[in-house]
Each structure stands twice: as C-alpha cells, then as structure tokens.
C-alpha cells in the first residue's frame, strides 16, 4: 500500500467524521454502503488486502431560505483529495435547467481548491450560502413572461461495450446507477456485455463515469448520438426504462463465461427499437435482415 494512498483513505475518515458531527441525526448522512468506513478502516489496518470500495453517500441538507430540501450526492474516490470529488446536488424544487446551474456553480467553486484540500464541508457551506438563489431564479423563470426563451438541452445516447458482464454487484450497481440518474436504455449480461445509456448529457456523462470507476478496464464506448431539444427529451427515447437484458447464450447453457450471447436476438432486439445501425458499429459486422 503506498503512502500516498494512505495519506488519501486517512484524510477521508477524517471528513467523513467530521460531517458525521455536523450531520449526527439519523438519516442525514446515508452511506451507500453502510459497511464503507469499516472496510477502509480494515484496510489502513492490514487486516483487509483488497483495496476496499470508494466511500459514497448523500447528505440531506435544509435549507432555510426559501424552506427546501437539497440532497448531496458525493463519491470519494481513492485518490481524493488529490485527485478531484464527484458531487451532485439534487432538489424536487429545482427544474431541470435551474439544477445544471446549482451544479455547474458548485463545480466552478469546488474547482478552485488545491489538490490534498478537503473540500466537502466547504461544498456544504456553499449550497447554503448561494443555493436561494436558483430557486428564486426558478420561481422568476414559471411566471409568464412574452419574453421567455425555450431552454435547450443536449440528448445523449451511448453505446457501450464490454468484453463481458457476469458479476452480480456490477449487475446490481448498473441498474441502481441507471434509475437513480433517470436515465433510459438497457444492460445485456453475458459475454458480450452491451450497455445503452440515454438521456440528457449530463446524466449520461455522470453515469458512464460511475460504473467505470475504479477498475473497469474491458470496457468502451463505441458510439454516440447526440440531440438538440427544447422539451423534456421523452419523444427522442427508444427506451421507456432501464432494464437488464437477458438472452439466450449459444447451446442454451446460460450466463456462462465460455459461452457467448445470442447476438441474432440482439439484432432482433436493436430492431425492435430502431436501433440496427448500430449492431455493425458494435461488432464490425453488417446486419442481415430477417426478411432476406
């Protein structure tokens, strides 16, 4: 274990105790993994060898002017604080548009502190003192106006590709990372693993960096499409959910590693929805139609 990684996991324990002062009421402070901090303490102990899962949690944090609720979404990674944080903020009060703001505010002020500076406290403080105003900004934007401007948006599919996807907690955190993100699309297990992601960039962006970190390796993103709107985005979907897409591997063993999907019923899968140009992006190879 190098001493910087140490230097990292240690200071981390250190914040994560001291928002765990700021924040002592039940619920305030809900971690992912409720057994994150033990197994990096193991670590740091040498009883544990493995490098131990990043810690990540949401903070519920009251705002008192205007009265609302703002959850805080936060990852450490391994590396932080040299390294930099993922942080989302989140409110039902805020619109879409009135959110990317909150956040891209967040992220500019975050930016400006050095590597090895602990900075969630500090993030904490900020949404209290500067979060009023996006929702007064929000409450302004609803009023009719002659004025008003339609807000674009950008709408984001990814293709992604994996050697393969077996592991049942990988299975796991990729729906729970997709419904979470409100995103759209699917997951097909096997050997290969295709992954779809859509929905509005930042969304799609934030997914595809959550489920490769830290050690996802054999895995890429072979194509993206990308759309301008105006609306909320749902009459560019192919997809009404994120789901798992289970096929049938070839000998009709099941998810085994030596045997691969049946990608004729991928195709006919892609087809379903619109979707067929992409199969010879994926494997180089050109689909035949059914009819042929």
């Avoid at 289970?246 to 087809?271: C, I, P, S, T, V």
Wanted: with cysteine.
């Amino acid at each position: 274990m190098s001493a910087s990684m140490k230097e990292c996991l240690q200071l981390q324990l250190l914040e994560m105790e001291m928002l765990f002062s700021m924040f002592p009421n039940q619920g305030e402070v809900k971690l992912e993994d409720v057994n994150a901090l033990t197994n990096i303490k193991r670590y740091l102990d040498g009883i544990r060898e493995a490098l131990p899962p990043k810690i990540e949690f949401v903070i519920t944090l009251q705002i008192e002017e205007p009265k609302v609720k703002i959850d805080l979404q936060v990852t450490m990674p391994h590396s932080y604080p040299y390294v930099a944080l993922q942080m989302f903020a989140r409110s039902p009060e805020l619109d879409r548009q009135q959110q990317l703001l909150l956040n891209k505010g967040l992220t500019s002020y975050i930016g400006t502190f050095d590597p090895g500076e602990l900075c969630v406290c500090a993030a904490i403080q900020w949404l209290q003192d500067n979060s009023a105003s996006y929702f007064l900004n929000r409450k302004l934007v609803d009023e009719p106006s002659t004025q008003a401007k339609p807000v674009k948006n950008t709408f984001l599919r990814m293709w992604i590709y994996s050697h393969h996807i077996y592991q049942q907690d990988l299975r796991k955190k990729i729906l729970e990372v997709g419904k979470r993100l409100d995103v759209t699309g699917f997951c097909m297990t096997g050997k290969p693993g295709i992954i779809c992601v859509e929905g509005f960039k930042e969304h799609c962006e934030e997914f595809w960096h959550t489920i490769r970190y830290p050690n996802w390796k054999h895995i890429s993103c072979k194509h993206a499409e990308s759309m301008e709107t105006e609306g909320d985005g749902q009459d560019l979907r192919l997809f009404h959910s994120f789901e798992e897409l289970l096929l049938e591997a070839h000998g009709d063993y099941g998810l085994r590693n030596d045997y691969h999907m049946n990608l004729g019923q991928f195709l006919e899968f892609l087809k379903k929805h619109k979707s067929e140009h992409v199969f010879q992006i994926l494997f180089g190879i050109e689909s035949k139609s059914s009819d042929s």
